[in-house]
């Protein structure tokens, strides 16, 4: 019977701690703080992961995402989607969620991209580092790339000493991804021809030719 009594206890309790924290999720989503805002306030709190794909550079995409404890008992969440072919940094958004979220998150992707931990200074790095690259290619971050790097707070970018090679065989190469338009597609390809030139960069469609219409897609160096 005691043994009932504190399952119920536990069971209870449990319950109680997850109330509390859809309380004041609902709370915070109910004050008008825009989302730099959300992030400097969580790039104060303890970080609870920082993690990245470990086959980031062989795949040619792959996440860095970085966790902190919000005192509301979720995590606030910076990810960052890495092109390090081409793109950079593809995408980048900051959520909250609860702990168990994110593990499960992180396990429905473990056939696609193993995560492993690494230090915030390396991942910062490799954030800018990768945003440098294409924007040397004249290929801009994501739009909320400098707002969810804020999640790194005072975090210093120079203390990681590693060097990030990117590219793919010393040259660009760019990959579609599922959500990339015909009109993103021509943007990407033809600012690549003029900065790099014909045969100083690669590329890879996937995409069926039916989504271009009747004339298919062309590139720069087809015209």
């Known amino acids: 019977m005691a043994d009932v009594a504190q399952r119920l206890r536990r069971m209870a309790a449990k319950a109680a701690r997850r109330k509390a924290v859809v309380a004041e999720k609902k709370k915070l989503e109910a004050r008008p703080i825009s989302l730099a805002g959300r992030v400097r306030l969580a790039s104060k709190s303890p ?10 550079f062989e795949s040619g995409i792959g996440h860095i995402i970085v966790a902190r404890e919000l005192p509301s008992g979720l995590l606030g969440c910076g990810y960052f989607l890495i092109d390090p072919f081409c793109l950079g940094v593809k995408d980048a958004f900051y959520i909250e969620m609860e702990e168990d979220e994110l593990l499960s998150r992180l396990d429905e992707q473990e056939d696609l991209q193993k995560f492993v931990d690494v230090g915030l200074a390396h991942a910062r790095k490799l954030v800018r580092d990768a945003a440098a690259y294409a924007a040397g290619l004249g290929l801009a971050a994501a739009k909320d790339t ?23 065989d010393g040259k660009p190469f760019y990959v579609t991804g599922p959500l990339d338009t015909p009109a993103r597609i021509r943007v990407v390809t033809r600012t690549l021809q003029d900065r790099c030139g014909t045969g100083g960069w690669d590329y890879m469609i996937q995409a069926r030719p039916d989504d271009f219409g009747e004339g298919g897609l062309s590139f720069p160096e087809d015209e």
Not at 47 to 56: F, K, P
Not at 153 to 165: H, L, M, P, Q, Y
Request: hydrophobic residues 50%.
């Open 146 to 168: 400098a707002t969810v790097e804020a999640i790194f707070g005072d975090v210093d970018a120079g203390a990681c000493a590693e060097t990030f090679t990117f590219g793919k």
């Open 47 to 56: 970080v609870a992961r920082c993690v990245m794909s470990s086959v980031l």
